[in-house]
């Protein structure tokens, strides 16, 4: 059976796909930020053995902070996919008061 797509369920979709590529994004850039730090720190033990300590201390703190933003990121693409979905709720308009309606009579 073949169903009409609203444009409201279109718009939807569409913002399930990008939050899905959005998260594909943050894991490969952090991926990527990562394996550079390790590699440069790999190259560096090899060329100064003695400053290995330094070089490992350095490349993990960097490291951590990258994960961190990178699950940040998820989290914030979470929200949205979380978000997607709810429509604003309306307001009653404010009604007129009793003393201003007895008022007028």
Excluded: C, D
Excluded at 19 to 41: P, R
Excluded at 50 to 72: D, H, K, P
């Amino acid at each position: 059976m073949t169903e009409i797509i609203t444009s409201q369920q279109f718009f939807l979709g569409l913002g399930y796909l990008a939050a899905g590529l959005g998260a594909g994004i943050v894991v490969y850039a952090a991926t990527g930020a990562i394996a550079k730090i390790v590699s440069a720190a790999v190259e560096g033990t090899a060329r100064q053995p003695e400053a290995a300590n330094a070089i490992r201390s350095n490349m993990q703190l960097n490291v951590f902070l990258i994960e961190g933003l990178g699950v940040v990121g998820l989290l914030v693409l979470i929200m949205i996919v979380l978000n997607l979905g709810l429509k604003a709720v309306p307001t009653p308009a404010a009604a007129p008061s009793t003393a201003a309606v007895s008022a007028s009579h």
